[in-house]
Nanobody
């Protein structure tokens, strides 16, 4: 599965962005989708995930209530709607997919990754 993440950019604190993760060559139906991020000098961390059948979502505490993950399998695309952005949300955001029925938040449970898109939030 090849993934293309897009939608990053520069936004002021309090603003919004929507990231997209599009699968090329095949559908993401049947795959759980997760978003991770990596800030400069820090480890990659879990942000949000949605199960393969949209039956459940999971969010890191730091983004709960501000970010929403959803998917449109007909468009082979998953999204991360980010509202009320803060400077500490600045990072490269990655999408990843897995066919595991239970993925948790572990990076190693996601074998397919997009290239990342940079989100910069200014104060």
């Amino acid at each position: 599965v090849q993934l293309q993440a897009s939608g990053g950019g520069l936004v002021q604190a309090g603003g919004s962005l929507r990231l997209s993760c599009e699968a090329s060559r095949r559908t993401i139906w049947g795959y759980s989708v997760a978003w991770f991020r990596q800030a400069p000098g820090k480890e990659r961390e879990f942000v949000a995930a949605i199960k393969w059948d949209s039956s459940g979502t999971d969010y890191a505490d730091s983004v709960k209530g501000r970010f929403t993950v959803y998917r449109d399998d007909a468009k082979h695309t998953a999204y991360l709607q980010m509202n009320s952005l803060k400077p500490e949300d600045t990072a490269v955001y990655y999408c990843a997919v897995s066919r595991l029925s239970v993925t948790g938040r572990r990076l190693t449970n996601f074998p397919y990754w997009g290239q990342g898109t940079l989100v910069t939030v200014s104060s």
